[in-house]
């Protein structure tokens, strides 16, 4: 059940939704999910009651002391938050929360009654997967969709993935069963750095946003804490000769493919989003 905090109404509103756990390596997806909810001036509108979905002994509340020195219980939950300052001609939603430990799909039904019930067209969900990526080149990211017209405008693929999934593959299939259009955009982690944050792939979800909806996303601080987490992890590296030589054979392998970053059309959306960012300040 949704607790709505909200009776506003919304023009062809865009969702854009990440959540803690099993899709969220590093924590770069709920990282970029947290970024845009500054970055855009959100405020919530909904909430997923968490008695519903939630076991409390897998997602703990915290207790804390409020500011009249009375006790409070902050119960963990999925919240949707409107966007104020969205640079896009239609409302943005994003949905922020923790991978539910139960009744997966009819929790994905309040949240796509919800959105149906408030005219959303389109739903993009961000996830981030530990990979043999090395964290000297850029973060790799892939966006699918079952769209065909989507995945031509986009430049998207179509998901050959098949196996094990969590709730951001769930949340996608049965929106696309719905007739919404469905995106998933997945940024890949170097797995021997797994400890968040991850500024760096944080900024490359942000960045396919970027191009997949020719807006400037303001990065904060995410540029400077990128450079500060590669020099971290590059003096980590050169501490260990093992783990600075697979690194090294990572690199190898990146180089000795054709790199999706070198090619004409990234390099010309590069300079666009670059132009966004330029106009903006």
Not at 114 to 123: A, K, L, M, R, T
Not at 194 to 222: R, Y
Not at 269 to 279: T, V
């Amino acid at each position: 059940m949704l607790r709505i905090e909200s009776d506003r109404t919304f023009e062809r509103p865009l969702v854009i939704a990440a959540f803690e756990g099993w899709n969220d390596g590093a924590e770069a997806a709920s990282d970029a999910a947290e970024h845009l909810l500054v970055a855009w001036k959100a405020t919530p509108i909904a909430s997923v009651d968490p008695d519903d979905y939630y076991d409390f002994q897998m997602t703990r509340p915290t207790v804390a002391v409020n500011a009249e020195g009375g006790r409070e219980v902050h119960w963990r939950t999925t919240t949707l938050w409107w966007c104020q300052d969205a640079p896009v001609d239609r409302d943005v939603i994003v949905v922020t929360g923790i991978e539910p430990n139960l009744r997966w799909r009819a929790f994905c039904d309040d949240l796509l009654d919800f959105f149906e019930d408030i005219g959303v067209e389109s739903i993009v969900t961000l996830g981030a997967l530990l990979a043999d990526v090395p964290h000297t080149r850029p973060m790799p990211v892939s966006g699918t969709t079952s769209d065909p017209v989507v995945l031509e405008r986009l430049g998207l693929e179509t998901s050959t993935y098949s196996g094990p999934t969590g709730i951001v593959g769930v949340l996608t299939s049965e929106a696309a069963n719905r007739g919404l259009t469905s995106i998933s955009v997945w940024v890949a982690v170097p797995h021997y750095v797994a400890q968040p944050p991850c500024p760096k792939a944080t900024m490359a979800l942000l960045g396919k946003l970027e191009n997949m909806f020719e807006v400037s996303i303001d990065m904060g601080t995410l540029g400077e804490e990128s450079r500060a987490w590669m020099r971290g992890v590059s003096d980590l590296a050169a501490n260990d000769a093992d783990i600075a030589q697979y690194i090294e054979s990572l690199e190898e392998a990146r180089d000795a493919t054709e790199l999706p970053e070198a090619t004409g059309d990234a390099i010309a959306a590069e300079f666009e989003r670059y132009l966004r960012r330029r106009d903006d300040t």
